[in-house]
């Protein structure tokens, strides 16, 4: 597969979410905390990516203390058995607004073909840690074929609505970031050159020595690269 791998996940500005039905009208938001991925980044031909993410079921945060352990035992993940949720792209096709990944969904011993609607990623920008690339895309499934049930409670029939849809959407909002020698030493030169610009005559004896400190640290890092 060409392109760019891409394994470093900034959590500060990802989120991996899911919204529930209950009782036909109102919406209960979770997320999971804990997760990883990789991804084979090619912004020339999107039907070179590809996605592999895990997701720990532990890492569940709804927001209410009692439920959260709810949704973590036997009557729902069983995450003590089935501790991992994972997703493997089998293939991306260009959409009108990005890119659609198939490929397999895994939760408690289940696995199910299904898709991602993926919107256009970021492309790599310049951040304050390097680079990175920004991707949104959303996907609903249907917690029963991954049997994700819990007790009657929940699937119970309350003034002609169920108590908990079926139906699952789930969004993921991943950003990877770049931190390879080449995009530190594009980032230390954009110092270099934004220093530069200022007035130094009227700047302290301490920003001079900067400058020169990494002037040589581009210097060092260009050198390892060739």
Known sequence: MKGLLLDQIDRSHSNVSFIATHMGRNKVVGRFLDYNGAAVFDDKNFENISVHFTIDVKSISTGHKWRDQDLVSENWFDSDTYSLITFSSEKSVKSDTGFVL?????????????????????????????????????????????????????????????????????????????????????????????????????????????????????????????
Do not use: C
Request: proline letters at 2%; hydrophobic letters at 35%.
């Open 102 to 226: 198939h490929g397999k969904l895994s939760i408690k011993g289940t696995t199910k073909d299904i898709v991602i609607n993926m919107e256009n990623p970021s492309g790599i920008y310049p951040s304050y840690n390097g680079h990175q690339v920004a991707f949104y895309g959303k996907t609903s499934i249907n917690r029963k074929d991954f049997n994700i049930v819990g007790n009657n409670l929940w699937n119970r029939i309350v003034a002609n609505v169920i108590t908990l849809a079926d139906n699952i959407d789930i969004e993921f909002s991943i950003v990877f970031s770049l931190t390879s020698e080449e995009f530190k030493l594009s980032r230390s030169n954009r110092i270099v050159k934004s220093l530069y610009t200022e007035d130094l005559k009227s700047k302290p004896k301490e920003l001079l020595e900067k400058l020169k400190l990494l002037e040589i640290d581009v210097l060092q890092k260009k050198k390892a690269i060739e």
